[in-house]
């Protein structure tokens, strides 16, 4: 385990009290009826879990990456969705506009987010998944203002979110000049429309949902620049999303932790042939695969969150981090239903939830094929374009 200190872990007990009280009671419905928790947010609210990484200039905590991934673990132990709405309340979009966005734009957006908003992010459209810098959304400057059209999908929080940090390429005087992120507010700006909801498999009381920009006109001091200028901006702001990988990580290790530690106690309850069904070795061997599991995961998303203090985690770590979290929770969750039987498959108990929630965490913020690709590059100190031709125009 983590080394953590007092304060660290005063705050992971408040937190877990706050989700067996609170949270844990709510999250079978949730999932049943695909509603979003503005209970739940009401509640992380007055626990103070919203914003805990925002400064404290800007009304929030001033805490590091290492905290909320503390709390996000809690929440998630015993309802995924919830776990989501504190990563993105405090990571992700949130983390990109507190450190790149001007003083405006900060005040604006910590605002929204303690007031109960949890931000959504838009880069993923129809023909732009991994190939995000595929994107066909524009920004046209048009004096004083940029005119933004274009269509995104699988945006979490469409329809509840008012804060969304809209990724596009700018189009100054006819010229591409690079993609730039920008800042809209759901109700106040024109033109950000949400389109068709998915029907997700897990994770059902977040909405994913198209958003589409039909001539959203927004000033041009929407724009968020990162120090190194609008050409560099978009890596600088993906490093934002570095940030929401730990916390994607930390929501998946959280899942399985939940799972395994049901899967313990039912080892412990259930008999068969006269005896608990935790005696048969199959069955220990793979608790024992899926702690140590954990401890690898934990490990890695701890390691990365802490690193990072309160700036962004660095690339390679956070790809680690998530990738060992993500495939490990499918695994912990899908053993741990087995260790169920037929118990495990029932919607009665929360196991079916678990595996159905933990499943998505290979694919969203960075498929594991891609995290691969972007580890390998960095051990290799290499470039790894993926087009046809990305080795000929970009090396040596
Ligand atoms: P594709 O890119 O089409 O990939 C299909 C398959 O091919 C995958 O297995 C992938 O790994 C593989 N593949 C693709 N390229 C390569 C390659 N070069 N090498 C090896 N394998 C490759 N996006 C947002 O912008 N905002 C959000 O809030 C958001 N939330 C999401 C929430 C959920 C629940 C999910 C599922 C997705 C969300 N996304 C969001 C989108 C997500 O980031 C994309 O789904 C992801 O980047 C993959 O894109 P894709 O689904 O189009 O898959």
Redesign the pocket.
Known sequence: MFPLTDEQRALRDAARRVAEEAIAPRAAEIDRSEGYPWDNVERLREAGFLGMTIPRAYGGQGLGYLEAVLVIEEMARVCGVTGRIVVETNMGAIGAIMRYGSDEQKRRAADLVLSGDKP?????EPEA????TEMRTTAVRRGEAYVLNGR?H????GGVSRLHLIFARVIEDGEEQAIGGFIAIRGEDEGLKIGRREP?MG?RGIP?TEIILEDLVLPADRLVTPPEGLRRGFAGLMNAYNGQRVGAGAVALGIAQGAYELALDYAKARRQFGRPIAEFQGLQWMLADMSVGLAAARALVHGAAAAAGSGFPDMRAAAQAKLLASETAIRVTNDALQIHGAAGYSRNLPLERMVRDAR?FT????????LR?QIAGSILGIRTP?TRDGYLRRQD
């Open positions: 959504a992010i838009c880069i993923t998944g991994s190939a995000a995104k699988w945006i979490t929080g997700t994770l994913e998505m694919i969203g913020g960075g498929t594991a094929q891609i690709t993926q």
